[in-house]
């Protein structure tokens, strides 16, 4: 007897091949019939026609401090979505001292746009150690399969402390790095992750503790992922971090190296194929380089009150520091807005180059200003005859800085975005889920390439495009018996209408600890998830009253 029996429906199997028609029956967590069954179930869904296809599995997520209070993750499974990978860019909270958690959650605030409060009433400290929050996260029983990166702001702060953002680490804070980098390969981490890029800053505008790392810690971290042998790494790439200098740190490991966050900027289109191209050539070397692309424009919600949006300019690095009348103040001043403005001018890889045109107003506050929602900055400040930089400021000073803008930052081009998605040496990633909660929510970005890429704009066939969000992942992370649908693997699956699938438009939400708010969107054309053969989802959503029937990772594939 079958416990699950699913009829009449196509299964996209994830190997990207073609599809086939029949049943697909589940006993217990595991697929174990494909084809014509006969064999009875408990229970027996005719699908009608629907298509079914591997759960998902989210390579770039940053839920390790919602999965605290939140092991569900939401919204991510109600999107198709059965594994995640976490603790993406080095941003983990464990290990973690106690003393060192306010400064953690600060940072997290600040680089990953969580509500301080939210993380302060919400994080579960009950570990100190990674394979103790590993073990947390078994005990307490995770909605999706979950595994985690070892991340290096995490250990530099737990060696280094406070010193963690300020300076390189001497050979003996190296050599305990070292050894908490094993502990935690030990205890299952998949791999080490860490970031260089100028956008991503802490509180008051440090850089995050692994950017003040030199390349020889990280050529270090790479002898011990040889010596491990096995686990991957990540890095989000600085502007001006070489690929060349990557390809190095595979090589000495010999391990894959993921490299975030190849968006296509406007000001700058050839970058992310040049980097794709050396990526390639790394790649005929022998060393396993992969470039992370993501299938959704960057479009940010923000107020100036924190404007991530321009944080990665240099004239913003002193503001970030400022309180919020200070900030006021440098707002109003000339000097400073020229500043930027000339900043602006110059041709540089980042994710705001003064593209007004892209910026719009979202939400004012004053009635007075209502007719402007909607409207670009752009063409709002040609109307009025100004300048787009003083119109922006202005209109945000007269509401407190309340005003909510919405900006398109990178990847809009859609022309470059489909070469990039087809690319050979490109992984589809990025949904950044768990993170930026007030700014963006990529987390359906499986259902936006099924839907919008595949079907709609008929880029790819809905074959390739789930293995790109299936099959590839599981093979890059060594996932063992999932990301496929076959015989024997883990019965993680979606079933959807491929005419209807896709995400819907965003919605804000303030379902977090503290009544935080955040974005969220919701799936369109999902008709059921399972998780480990339990179901989460059923056409009208994600079942509240969900089994935790995800499984933490510790066994990879080498
Ligand atoms: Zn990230």
Not at 228 to 241: E, F, N
Not at 430 to 458: E, N, P, Q, V
Request: glycine residues 10%; hydrophobic residues 40%; contains cysteine.
């Amino acid at each position: 007897m079958l416990d699950l029996r699913i009829d009449n429906v196509k299964i996209y199997d994830g190997s990207g091949k073609s599809t086939s028609f029949g049943s697909l029956g589940v006993r217990g967590r595991k697929i174990v019939a494909i084809g014509e069954i006969t064999e009875g179930a408990i229970e027996t869904i005719n699908a009608d026609g629907l298509a079914i296809m591997p759960g998902i599995i989210d390579n770039h997520t940053h839920y390790d401090a919602q999965i605290t209070w939140d092991p569900n993750v939401n919204p991510s499974p109600s999107l198709g979505v059965t594994t995640i990978i976490m603790g993406n860019c080095g941003f983990t909270i464990a290990p973690c001292r106690p003393k060192d958690r306010d400064l953690t959650i600060r940072n997290l605030t600040h680089v990953e746009g969580m509500p301080l409060k939210s993380l302060q009433v919400g994080i579960n400290w009950d570990f100190e150690s990674f394979p103790e929050y590993m073990n947390m996260l078994e005990d307490r029983g995770v909605g999706p399969n979950v595994a985690v990166f070892c991340g290096h702001s995490s250990l530099r702060t737990y060696v280094l402390g406070h010193d963690a953002h300020k300076r390189e680490a001497t050979r003996e804070e190296m050599s305990q790095m070292k050894r908490l980098l094993r502990e935690a390969m030990d205890a299952g981490a998949c791999g080490f992750s860490t970031t260089r890029s100028g956008q991503h800053n802490g509180e008051a505008g440090i850089p995050m503790p692994s950017r003040l790392a030199s390349f020889d810690e990280l050529r270090e971290f790479s002898r011990e992922l040889k010596d491990v042998g096995r686990g991957l790494l990540m890095m989000t790439k600085g502007g001006d971090t070489r690929i060349k200098d990557i390809e190095d740190l595979a090589s000495i490991s010999g391990r894959p190296y993921l490299i975030a966050a190849l968006l296509h900027s406007p000001i700058a289109p050839e970058k992310t194929f040049n980097d794709l191209t050396e990526i390639g050539a790394a790649q005929r070397r022998g060393n396993r380089l992969y470039g992370a692309v993501s299938p959704c424009p960057l479009t940010m919600e923000f107020t100036m009150h924190e404007p991530y949006t321009f944080e990665g300019l240099q004239v913003w690095s002193p503001v970030m520091k400022m309180t919020e009348d200070q900030l006021k103040k440098i707002l109003s001043k000339k000097s400073f807005r020229e500043k930027m403005r000339s900043e602006l001018s110059a041709r540089a890889y980042r994710i705001f180059n003064g593209e007004w045109d892209k910026v719009w107003v979202t939400q004012v506050k004053h009635k007075k200003n209502i007719h402007l929602e909607g409207q670009d900055i752009a063409r709002l400040s040609r109307r009025k005859g100004c300048d787009p930089l003083d119109f922006m400021f202005d209109l945000a000073l007269e509401e407190d800085l309340d005003t909510v803008f919405t900006a398109t930052l990178m990847n809009s081009d859609e022309q470059a975005v489909g070469e990039m998605i087809k690319n050979d040496h490109s992984v589809i990633s990025l949904s950044d889920a768990g993170a930026h909660l007030t700014f963006f929510c990529d987390a359906g970005y499986g259902l936006h390439l099924m839907g919008h890429w595949s079907r709609d704009l008929k880029l790819l066939s809905l074959s390739e495009a789930v293995k790109k969000l299936t099959a590839d992942p599981a093979k890059l992370f060594g996932i063992k018996d999932r990301g496929q649908i076959k015989i024997g693997n883990w019965a993680d699956l979606m079933l959807f209408d491929p005419a209807k699938v896709g995400r819907g438009g965003l919605e804000r939400v303030n379902d977090l600890p503290a009544e935080g708010t955040r974005l969220t969107t919701p799936a369109l054309g999902v008709h059921g998830v399972w998780i480990n053969g339990q179901r989460v989802v059923c056409p009208s959503g994600f079942l509240p009253n969900s089994p935790l029937a995800g499984m933490v990772l510790r066994e990879f594939d080498a």
